[in-house]
């Protein structure tokens, strides 16, 4: 069964850092491109980042671009996302999700539960 | 603020058809695949429809997907209860995914 498991969520103040882990299993892992979107409790989805299969490739929104770094470990089958300078707006649930090929832009066909992120003093 | 458009909510009887609009520009839908996701109350999101009209192994043929122009659309035939959720188009935009701003379905 594919499975997304995310961690590291938790409380952090205005400008401090955070890095998420979503372990993935289930499936080749460095065969499929994978994402981080978020969603502002009560709120719509937003899209983060994503990077390619190999982990050569990433994309990033304006919102967090030069502040989160995506990156994968294929030999850990793990994704992380490494969240500096860190925003009350950036409060969110952080989902992980997988595409069905190695190109970022494509399909979200398995998504993790989610992990909380709190930035406030 | 989205660049796709979507109605806050939609609404229908057990058994009716409803329909939800995501709506676009040449520089996304006009020439990018769309993609829908639905999302229960308290659950994760799930991919419903992708490559404009495709569904994925165990999505019930209830729901379709269809795009035209600028403009995609969700059809949700023979209304459940357990369809009453969140629904989020969205497509690839130079490299940039965008999510509509969601869609909440709800089941009179």
């Known amino acids: 069964e594919v499975q997304l498991l995310e961690s590291g969520g938790g409380l952090v103040q205005p400008g401090g850092s955070l890095r998420l882990s979503c372990a993935a299993s289930?499936?080749?892992?460095?065969?499929?491109?994978m994402s981080w979107v978020r969603q502002t409790p009560g709120k719509g989805l937003e899209w983060v980042s994503s990077i390619s299969g190999g982990g050569g490739t990433t994309f990033y929104a304006d919102s967090v671009k030069g502040r989160f770094t995506i990156s994968r470990d294929n030999s850990k089958n793990t994704l992380y996302l490494q969240m500096n300078s860190l925003r009350a707006e950036d409060t969110a649930v952080y989902y992980c999700a997988k595409s069905p090929s190695f190109t970022p832009l494509d399909a979200f066909d398995i998504w993790g539960q989610g992990t909380m992120v709190t930035v406030s003093s | 603020q989205s660049v796709l458009t979507q109605p806050p909510s939609a609404s229908g009887t057990p058994g009716q058809r409803v329909t939800i609009s995501c709506s676009g520009s040449?520089?996304?839908?006009?020439?990018?695949?769309v993609y829908w996701y639905q999302q229960l109350p308290g659950t994760a999101p799930k991919l419903l429809i992708y490559r404009n009209n495709q569904r994925p192994s165990g999505v019930p043929d209830r729901f379709s997907g269809s795009k035209s122009g600028t403009s995609a659309s969700l059809a949700i035939s023979g209304l459940r209860s357990e369809d009453e959720a969140d629904y989020y188009c969205?497509?690839?935009?130079?490299?940039?995914?965008?999510f509509g701003p969601g869609t909440k379905v709800t089941v009179l």
């Open positions: 969205a497509v690839w935009d130079d490299s940039l995914k965008v």
């Open positions: 289930g499936f080749t892992f460095s065969n499929n491109a």
């Open positions: 040449s520089s996304n839908i006009g020439s990018n695949y």
